[in-house]
């Protein structure tokens, strides 16, 4: 089965600066790769998703990028903001259903005014 | 709807009792997936319906375990003989037909099992 590792369980940067955080990946290389936030009390909130035939994707200050020879991704915020601050989490479909997604322990992200 | 809601947000109960938990997905979304969170870990997969039957049900961790969709809408978990290691964060998501890799989940029930 598929196996996900984040890195360090929680990050802290000064606001301005970017923030970048690591999924590794185990095992097959997934067609896509996703990335999910989430603020304590609530539910994961999809923010991008990254197909195994993209190399980097942008949506505003959020950049993913996806490096299957390393089963690797990394996702940044730049201009970080407090309001950031949440964890996020990376997600991948399960071998052998496209549907099931295995998600990493995520990485808390506190940005610091 | 506005997004997938689901009942308890909070529900507290003793071992060896029967709990059932709501999801109400997202007007209009055909696949539905339950998720178990505990705490500092990501969500698990638990079970996946496509419509009103289940098409993956190899999450559930043991027999106690059940869900249903039997109109292809709301879905219900139901656990029976609650154990502690039961406590968790349980979260349903949903997705659409056309866009069925991104998944749209709900705040979550969390139950504790004294």
């Known amino acids: 089965s598929q196996k996900i590792e984040q890195n360090s369980e929680a990050l802290n940067i000064q606001e301005g600066k970017t923030a970048t955080l690591t999924c590794n990946y185990t095992n097959y290389s997934p067609a896509y790769l996703q990335w999910y936030r989430q603020d304590p009390g609530r539910g994961p909130v999809f923010l991008l998703l990254?197909?195994?035939?993209?190399k980097e994707k942008r949506k505003e200050r959020l950049k993913v990028t996806f490096d299957t020879t390393l089963k690797q991704s990394l996702f940044h915020i730049t201009a970080s903001q407090p309001a950031d601050s949440a964890t996020y989490l990376c997600?991948?479909?399960?071998?052998?259903?496209?549907?099931?997604?295995?998600f990493g322990s995520g990485t808390q992200l506190t940005v610091l005014p | 709807g506005a997004g997938v809601s689901q009942t308890p947000s909070n529900k507290v109960t003793e071992k060896g009792k029967y709990v059932e938990l709501r999801c109400d997905p997202i007007?209009?979304?055909?696949?539905l997936y339950w998720y178990r969170q505990s705490l500092g870990q990501g969500p698990e997969f638990l079970i996946y319906?496509?419509?009103?039957?289940?098409?993956?049900d190899s999450g559930l961790p043991n027999d106690r375990f059940f869900a249903v969709r039997p109109e292809g809408s709301v879905s219900t978990l139901k656990i029976q003989r609650t154990e502690r290691g039961d406590s968790a964060v349980y979260l349903c998501?949903?997705?659409?037909?056309?866009?069925?890799?991104?998944?749209?989940f709900g705040p979550g029930t969390r139950l504790l099992v004294l």
């Open positions: 997600a991948l479909p399960s071998s052998g259903s496209a549907r099931q997604l295995t």
């Open positions: 319906f496509q419509g009103t039957g289940a098409a993956d």
């Open positions: 990254i197909r195994e035939n993209e």
């Open positions: 998501a949903s997705s659409s037909q056309g866009l069925q890799e991104t998944q749209y």
């Open positions: 007007s209009g979304h055909t696949a």
